[in-house]
């Protein structure tokens, strides 16, 4: 089956359109609807990144406090909403902790993925981790990891445990099998969708999942919310690929062209690849199998990313994700919890356009 | 408090005399002992590092198929047996996949070990990760920690989970505290005693404890145990670190010198240093603190040190640990498993002389 036919298969079923009006703030919107957890989420980010060991904290600070949207937690905390937990009392705020739990993986995944090999430096790209060292990056990330498993041992969820253990193992398999595809054109859509998958969904979903599993809630609506988490990663991670090679990001100063340079596999370049003619695909092979890269390429690169449209048809997949992340809230009964949900899938994919 | 001062501060209190010999012969006596826990033990790792992501089996085969003694998971399984744990009829034998999880956590801290930075690179370093470079034996490693994690959810018990995520978590303070003290010879005994105490005792001590816990025994054994294992932890980690300065494994064949030539503080450097004259100090600062060596600076190095007898040093260190782990079991009944477990000891102080 070529890429064509593939991209088609691959698509989720049964896309729906979603209403996608104030997208952009809804992120902002959820996250101050849950002020007070999120609040207290950072606070025991904190409190328990915290080691007799300097370096610690203060490696971890620095990414920590970089910060970001905090989304993985939010979708903990979120979910735990929409389920209408409630942490008895005298109990400590279970999802809070588990919400902790989850961003000290997702920063431990982070300053894991910051590691560089020799080839990596030899390009130039030591940037990343250029302030602490690779393996302050590993050992800290380390650290994070165990942590959070404390965290999860003083919570006691032997669910929970599975369910956050088993999205650990998948996020290693899946950037493994990022790193076996790297470089590699003929990497099929199925095996991208595994990487992207394993790298990024799969603690979306698990994230997501625990939100139920604290508030006692039936399989079905654990299952549900797996799914919104799921649908929802795979539409942030392919947005994500678009935007490495977005040239309109490029006039507004963002970096571009890091997934160029790393020649990784993602959906841009395959999709310009299979569109493209016989010259273009010797120009991808050169600089994606061969990593032989001369300054004028990543702009090329772009050109050709541009001509065969293949940003469209990432977005086109993401939409997609995103409109099944939305399908499978549907359960829920309507509240603000559950549309702000819906309007961050939407916002993944507009932040991209 | 000068060093020499401070060596004897920090030796365990009333070291014993204990008895040595067959020491050499202990650790096979206790694997042939418990061959059938060891086996099982093995074919517990082997299923359980699989993945539908080849690199990772292939990777992880490399590391356990290389092997070595097992001494972990083997000290799980001797105090299970010493704690009288037997399987319930139909109930998985719980030692060997607690062994196993003890083990992966080991793999684990060993491939993140070979992660190295820029800097080591250039001084020709990269030869410990040279088959599959930093970012899969970080990657690996990621994973069978989440899979170690995944076990351990299987086996239900908070009670061993807390041991080893807290366990974890120490490792990962100890190297982090280890990489800190690089370079450093203001680095004082305390600071040194808690590197090795996070780098390997930690997990020696978890390792024993696990065993009581599993046999349900009470506090005071599992505390016992957890005794023995730090304390063998201590000693075995001492003398590993004098084995990399002992000259006549070089004659062996055996490599001497990763530790010089990474500027890693460790006993052997601490004592021949304090214990030097003003010229021998600042060749140490020269070598250990400037990074700065020529070809023949190993060679004066292991002079100084055999000058100054700080291999000698270290292996008193060592043989009082040693002893204070024997010491530990004296609560339990005399029998094949303990006397077995003392000879451990004494074979790991014997192996550097």
Redesign the interface.
């Known amino acids: 089956m070529g890429l064509a036919a593939s991209l088609d298969a691959n698509l989720p079923e049964k896309p729906e359109t979603t209403k996608r009006a104030g997208g952009e703030t809804a992120l902002k919107a959820l996250s101050d609807l849950l002020a007070d957890d999120m609040l207290a989420c950072n606070r025991a980010v904190v409190a328990r990144m915290d ?6 904290p203060q490696l971890a600070a620095h990414l920590v406090a970089a910060g970001g949207k905090r989304l993985r937690p939010l979708l903990t905390l979120a979910s735990a909403r929409l389920c209408g937990y409630v942490p008895s009392a005298g109990e400590a705020p279970r999802h809070v902790n588990l919400a902790a739990c989850v961003e000290f993986i997702h920063t ?2 982070l300053l ?1 993925d910051d ?5 990596a ?1 030899r390009r130039g790209l ?1 940037s990343a981790n250029a302030v602490f ?4 990056s ?3 990330g ?2 994070l ?3 959070s ?2 965290l ?2 003083e919570d ?1 969820s ?1 669910d929970v ?2 369910i956050l ?2 999205a ?2 998948t ?3 899946g ?3 990022q ?2 595809t790297q470089n590699d054109l003929s990497t099929s859509m199925e095996k991208y969708l595994e990487v992207i998958h394993g790298k990024t969904a799969a603690l979306f979903a698990a994230a997501c999942r625990v939100g139920a599993v604290v508030a006692g809630r039936p399989q079905h609506e654990a299952d549900a919310l797996d799914a919104y988490g799921t649908n929802l990663g795979m539409a942030f991670q392919l947005v994500d690929d678009s935007l490495d090679y977005a040239a309109d990001q490029r006039l507004l100063g963002k970096t571009v062209g890091d997934d160029f340079r790393e020649g990784k596999i993602t959906l841009p370049v395959l999709a310009a690849y299979h569109a493209g003619s016989a010259a273009d695909r010797v120009f991808w092979r050169r600089v994606i199998e061969d990593s032989a890269q001369e300054p004028d390429d990543l702009d090329h690169a772009l050109s050709l990313i541009a001509e065969t449209e293949a940003i469209a048809t990432t977005q086109r997949h993401a939409a997609a994700y995103a409109d099944r992340a939305c399908e499978a809230l549907s359960i829920f009964p309507d509240g603000e919890v559950r549309r702000l949900l819906s309007e961050v899938a939407a916002y993944t994919v507009s932040r991209g356009r």
């Open positions: 080691s007799p060991v300097p370096l610690i431990a995944t894991h590691v560089v090999d020799e080839s430096l030591a060292g690779n393996k302050a590993v050992l800290v380390d650290f990891f165990a942590r498993f404390q999860m041992t006691g032997l445990m599975a253990s088993k650990a193992a996020i290693a398999e950037e493994v099998l790193m076996a």
